[in-house]
Structures are given as C-alpha cells and as structure tokens.
C-alpha cells in the first residue's frame, strides 16, 4: 500500500470503531422521537422585538395561542431568531416545538410585584419554599402532549439574582418560580438548550410521562439558592442523559410529594434513567429526595462525573415521609474534591405543616452502589437508616474512595444491612451480614 494512504486508513478505521461504539451506547432518542413540523412561524410575526428591552409577554401569548388555533396535524414550531428576547411567564401548548437558534436568549423580565400566581402542587400542598401558592415559572404547561424545546444551544436565561437576594432577605411572599415547569404532560423532548440562572429548581416536569431530557446545559452561580439542575417529580418513563449542570443545589433530584400531601396524592417516580452527567455542586451530585412520599423505584443512574461538590450520591427522606425508595442503580460514577462521597440518610428534610403523620415510615430497599471510583474524598459515606425501619439491601460493589490529604474517616452506619464486596476505605460493618453479600452477589 502507498504510505501517504495509511494515515487515512487508520482514521477511517478510527472512525468505524467510533460509529460502532456509539451505536452501541443506550440513548433516550426511542422514547419520544423528534418529530419535524408540518409548519413554523417566527415570534417576530407576532411583535416581538429582540433588542433586550423590549417586554414580548403579549408576542409569546399570542403565537401560542395561533398555535393552538391553528391544529396543525403535524404541529407547529415557534421559532426564537437571534436577539435578546425580554418576557414575563408564558404557558406552551400541545404539538409544538419552541425552537431557538443560535445566538437566542429568552430572558426572564424582573417584574417580580406582577409575576403571576398559580395553585401549589397537590403533591405538596403548599408552596415549597413558603405556605400558599407559588410564582408560576418562566414557561409553563399543563396536560400537553407533544411538546418539544430544542434549538442550536439558545439561552433561557431566568434573571435569578433578584429572586435569590429576596430569599436572603426574607422577603418573598411565595415560593420562588421554576425556569420551566411542565404538569400532567406526555411526550416532552428538552435538548440543546442552556437554562441559566433560574430563580428557583430549573427544570421540573411534574406528573409527567415519557420526558427526554439530553444534551442540556444548567448553569447557576455556587451560591445561588435551591438551583438545583432537573427535578423529575411524580414522572414515569424519564431520561435524562448528556448533560453538564453546575449550579446552587443538587445537579439532579428524583422527588414525588411531601409528606401527608404525597402519601395521599398517590403517585411515584418510576422508570428514570441518568446518564452521562457531569458537573459541580456545593450539594449533591445524583439525589433522591427528600420529598418522596409518593415513592421512588426503579431508577439507573450510570457514568456520572462528579468534582468540587458536598454530596457525589444523596438519598434522603425523613420519618414522617411515608413512602419508599426501591430499586435503584448507581454505577460507573468518578467523584473529585467532594466533602462525603455517599450519604444515606433517613433524617434529612422538613414538614410542611404539622399535620404530618410522624408514624408514617419511608421504606428503603434494594440500592445497589457499583464501580465507584472517587479523589480527595473528606469521608467516604454515612448510611443511617430509621430505628422502626431501617434500611435493607443497601450493596456496595467495587468502591474506592481515596481520602483527602488531611485525614481519613471512616465510614458511619447505623439501622442498616447489606453487603459490601471490594470497598475502600473498609466499610461498616454492618453491610457483611450473609443475607446482604447474598445480595451483593446476585446483583452483579
């Protein structure tokens, strides 16, 4: 073979290896595919004005509304051209993609006397933050179906700041609004978007069904209040993969109602799948919780890349919760610079109100946590399960947690079994009981 031609062999078999590898990786693109348009129209159509200041709230109602009007078999997108687009809260509606090219910024106007209320969660049955209702977020939706918010990595920018320094100050009459908030709503796609600075949690899809969330960027500053990155909450059948999030609070929290009001509302989080994540937090990394009334199962996370965070794996609730965590799968997760790489814990979080039933003990079972790899790791993890119920099937399977250079501390379990095969530092013993290794075993 002519020499000059094995350069580009080998990048071609490059290439195939790298075709072939990624089909292979597991993607969320099956569980709601992209769909083009039968037809578009540009916000610009409807007044709107990209230069910053200008406040398009009525634009954006009123191309929701064509939408809506237009029943388009097909659906219909709704395009963002560059530019700096200034709006209060609107709500989306069924068959439509929100589309923002290039250069698009959606910027949360800062009116925050005439932000708009709505009802709290049934799930929680108040605001979370504060009793009552709750500021609606910034784009909103309630029992869609089909609604897809993409585009070529625009900005919705949520304007936080004034919301986080009226939380340091105690001046909020409500809860704080979400950057985006879809309820009761099947069929959602998020992708290739960047979410920042959101007054309050960013992405929440609540009651929610069928949800892909990928290739999604979440930023807040550090110290920025209760920013956590994507809640799913009470949703079935989620995805969320491929994603960087640094912000205030935890990169990601699976949750399902609070307390009497979730036991009562009925509905879990199920069938969620994470993966290829990575980001910062001064809290955790992957949490479930605390508000897990309504139950948590069926969960894998896997590939995630952790650094310069509080918590790399958080799983909490409190007695009083009800409800039960089951079923859960963490794997192939690289921790760096974190203060504790796991905590488990059955007394982290508050009550909503007093008439919660503090006879009402969550159930925590079957949490297998495998080839975990962690650096400058303060200490590796604290398991404490409640006294009436304490936490079975915790495995740990293949983790290795180097201490800081200060000094190493050990592991801290209480009311709780399990197994732990592979573990550095040693683990507690109470996960070496025969039952729990049985358990380790099978699962591997």
């Known amino acids: 073979m002519v020499p ?20 292979d990786w597991e993607t969320c693109s099956g569980i709601v595919p992209m769909k ?17 200041q200008t406040l398009n709230t009525v634009a954006f109602a009123r191309a929701i509304t064509r939408i809506q009007r237009r029943r388009s078999p097909l659906g219909v997108l709704l395009y963002v051209p560059p530019g700096v687009w200034l709006t209060g ?38 605001g979370r933050e504060l009793p009552g209702g709750r500021y609606m977020s910034l784009i909103h939706g309630v029992g869609l179906q089909d609604v897809i918010i993409t585009g070529q990595n625009g900005t919705i920018d949520g304007q936080g700041d004034v919301w986080w320094n009226m939380w340091r100050q105690r001046t909020l009459s409500f809860t704080r609004p979400n950057i985006l908030e879809l309820m009761y709503s099947s069929e959602i796609i998020i992708s290739n978007i960047v979410f920042r600075d959101s007054a309050f949690w960013n992405i929440h899809p609540v009651y929610c069904s069928n949800v892909v969330i990928r290739n999604v960027t979440v930023l807040a500053p550090y110290d920025s209040p209760n920013t956590d990155g994507i809640d799913p909450d009470s949703s079935s059948n989620v995805c969320i993969e491929d ?21 009562a509302f009925g509905r879990p989080s199920s069938d969620i799948t994470i993966r290829r994540l990575t980001g910062s937090s001064p809290f955790a990394g992957f949490s479930i919780g605390s508000e897990t009334s309504g139950g948590v199962e069926n ?4 590939n995630i890349n952790i650094y310069n965070t509080g918590f790399g794996i958080h799983i909490k609730t409190n007695s009083g919760r009800g409800g039960y965590i089951r079923n859960i799968t963490i794997s192939d997760v690289t921790l760096s610079n974190v203060r504790k790489g796991m905590r488990i814990a059955g007394d982290v979080g508050d009550h909503p109100d007093d008439a919660y039933n503090p006879n009402a ?45 200060s000094r190493e501390m050990p592991w801290q379990c209480e009311d709780v079994s399990g197994g732990a095969l592979q573990v550095q530092p040693s683990p507690c013993t109470e996960l070496t009981s025969t039952s729990g290794m049985n358990f380790c075993t099978d699962a591997l």
């Open 4 to 23: 000059w031609k094995w350069p580009l062999v080998a990048l071609l078999l490059l290439l195939i290896v790298v075709v072939a590898e990624a089909a």
């Open 36 to 52: 083009r348009r039968g037809a578009w129209m540009s916000i610009t159509s409807f007044g709107a004005v990209g230069d910053g």
């Open 89 to 126: 809260p609107f709500n989306l509606t069924s068959h439509m993609t929100l589309f923002l090219a290039k250069g698009a910024v959606i910027k949360a106007a800062q009116d925050t006397e005439n932000w708009p209320l709505i009802d709290p969660l049934p799930s929680y049955g108040r």
């Open 243 to 263: 994603s960087f999030i640094s912000t205030g609070d935890d990169l990601v929290s699976i949750k399902s109602g609070w307390d009497e009001y979730g036991i």
């Open 299 to 302: 969960v894998l996370v896997e």
């Open 361 to 405: 003990l969550p159930a925590v079972d079957g949490l297998m946590i495998k080839n975990v790899w962690g650096v400058d790791i303060q200490q590796p993890g604290l398991i404490k399960g409640i006294r009436n119920s304490p936490f079975t099937r915790i495995c740990l399977s293949n983790v290795k947690l180097n201490p800081s250079k």
